[in-house]
């Protein structure tokens, strides 16, 4: 029996021990166009808001018609033009979730369903919650909670066409993925 490879891997060979020493030509010679290229000033700027939580952990989503922004604890719904929906910054407690929740906000969209999904540590450690809007618009559509005990610690939620995945910081089982169809 003998291993597969397809045919980059043996487009470079690599020799353990070999190769340059001493000081980097490139980094010592960059290319004459290097840090050239001119950036244009952003269009619309967000200011979702600030926190006075470390880590902030910010995340942000787009939808059709909104951006929605969160941070550790709070949370900002703009519409394209970047004007507040919200009036500013919102506490997701009872905005959205009941008053068990407590850090880690994350949000996305599902383009494919159309909606919203958010989450939320609950306190202690006691789970999380999830949040499914019921249509675009955050704002004025309904929000659905359910309540999952399973998660200890920094959860993170990915969309995939055939389910919610959420990752879970359990040091006791570091490879946990939870799926919610």
Known sequence: VSEVKDGRSSMHQALIGK??????VLANNPHKLKATITAKKPELVF????????????TAAVGPNHY????????????????SLTGGILAPTPAIFSTDG???????????????????????????????????????????????????????????RDGYYMTDNDKSNPDKIHIFE
């Open 102 to 160: 407590c850090c880690d906000i994350t949000i996305s969209y599902d383009n494919n369903a159309d909606r919203w999904v958010l989450s939320m540590l609950k306190k202690n450690g006691a789970g999380v919650q999830v949040a499914v809007s019921d249509g675009p618009d955050p704002i004025n559509d309904g929000w659905t909670v359910y309540s999952y005990n399973e998660i200890s610690d920094y959860q993170k939620l990915s969309i995939w």
């Open 47 to 58: 200011e979702t808001g600030a926190s006075n939580f470390t880590p902030t952990d910010p």
């Open 68 to 83: 929605f922004a969160t941070f550790n604890k709070g949370f900002q719904i703009f519409d394209k033009s970047g004007k």
């Open 19 to 24: 190769g340059s020493k001493g000081d980097d």
